[in-house]
Nanobody, 124 residues
Framework: QVQLVESGGGLVQAGGSLRLSCTAS????????MAWFRQAPGRAREFVVTISSRIGMTPSYADSVRGRFTISRDNTKNTVYLQMNGLKPEDTAVYYC????????????????WGQGTQVTVSS
């Protein structure tokens, strides 16, 4: 199966930027829908953004991040990125990438493979 490893999290001041990376191993993820989710301690998992396996398909963003975050994928590197600009304290969470091979839902249903998560902390 596809295995996902995330990196790029850290501590940043409000208004700053980070770029998260998620690299797949085991097999190519070129045919997978990829997504980012996030979860703060004691809080429910939250959908962030999804990007289709089809080139040119417009990514779908959560309202809370639209205009600030950008997802992209490089299938030659088996890597998906999340560029986060204009970070806010409420963006603080563990960020997870996930892969979906069939029907994919914002709840997380259909996503069969998840990364280990990377911590993003935004200070005021």
């Amino acid at each position: 199966q596809v295995q996902l490893v995330e990196s790029g999290g850290g501590l940043v001041q409000a208004g700053g930027s980070l770029r998260l990376s998620c690299t797949a191993s085991g097999r190519s993820f070129s045919g997978y829908t990829m997504a980012w989710f996030r979860q703060a301690p004691g809080r429910a998992r939250e959908f962030v953004v999804t990007i289709s396996s089809r080139i040119g398909m417009t990514p779908s963003y959560a309202d809370s991040v639209r205009g600030r975050f950008t997802i992209s994928r490089d299938n030659t590197k088996n890597t998906v990125y999340l560029q986060m600009n204009g970070l806010k304290p409420e963006d603080t969470a563990v960020y997870y990438c996930a892969a979906c091979a069939g029907l994919c839902w914002r709840s997380g249903a259909g996503y069969d493979v998840w990364g280990q998560g990377t911590q993003v902390t935004v200070s005021s």
